[in-house]
């Protein structure tokens, strides 16, 4: 069974920084793609960041230049690094990933920014 976990959200004011952690129960080369999806209150689901294990990092247009996604081979973790953080990033943010046509999505975590 594989399970990916969250850790690292809280409460932030705007300007701040955040990391979110997912640990993920099977070896991180496994899954083809790894990242972070989030739900603002009362909107759809969305695209963060992907941190594939080829290729080049995708990122949302409104995170460009702000978040950096990651894998730590050490820690076996994909990692979400939340620089400059808006009132618009406030929201509940999942850690995905895929092996082979597998999805599978962690608990999620809150983000919330507040003054």
């Known amino acids: 069974q594989v399970q990916l976990v969250e850790s690292g959200g809280g409460l932030v004011q705007p300007g701040g920084s955040l990391r979110l952690s997912c640990a993920v129960s099977?070896?991180?080369?496994?899954?083809?793609?790894l990242g972070w999806y989030r739900r603002p209150p009362g909107k759809q689901q969305e695209l963060v960041a992907i941190?594939?294990?080829?290729?080049?990092?995708i990122y949302a247009d409104s995170v460009k230049g702000r978040f950096t996604a990651f894998r730590d081979i050490d820690k076996n973790t994909v990692e979400l690094q939340m620089d400059s953080l808006k009132f618009e990033d406030t929201a509940v943010y999942y850690c995905?990933?895929?092996?082979?046509?597998?999805?599978?999505w962690g608990q999620g975590t809150q983000v919330t920014v507040s003054s």
């Open positions: 995905y990933g895929e092996i082979g046509s597998e999805k599978y």
């Open positions: 941190a594939p294990r080829t290729g080049s990092r």
């Open positions: 099977t070896s991180i080369f496994r899954f083809s793609t």
